[in-house]
């Protein structure tokens, strides 16, 4: 039996589950400068997929680092739905 399909499958759902609040909280608290973090984090979990042999190691780094990159995306759409009221603007910044 292979279970690396759900190994692969389910970590993919958490690993973008995830992201959804971190990007929620890091726009609250940094903003859309907080960006650069999510590139950073970005290349790095994408380099080292291509660097580590094991094959769903590998697959949940590149998951883990093209969910960074989305995160850019979405963070700048957060910022818009701050704006519009849908979700509670930082009052100290």
Do not use: D
């Not at 650069?36 to 697959?59: D, E, H, K, M, Y």
Request: charged share 15%; glycine share 10%; with cysteine.
């Amino acid at each position: 039996m292979n279970l690396n399909g759900l190994i692969v499958g389910i970590a993919t759902f958490l690993i973008i589950g995830v992201f959804h609040p971190i990007v929620i909280k890091a726009e609250y608290y940094l903003g859309t400068r907080s960006w650069p973090l999510f590139a950073l984090a970005g290349v790095a979990a994408c380099t080292g997929s291509a660097l580590i042999a094991g094959i769903v190691p590998s697959i949940l780094l590149g998951v883990l680092g093209f969910s960074c990159f989305w995160s850019i995306i979405e963070l700048f759409q957060q910022r818009k739905r701050v704006e519009r009221g849908w979700f509670p603007k930082n009052p100290r910044r």
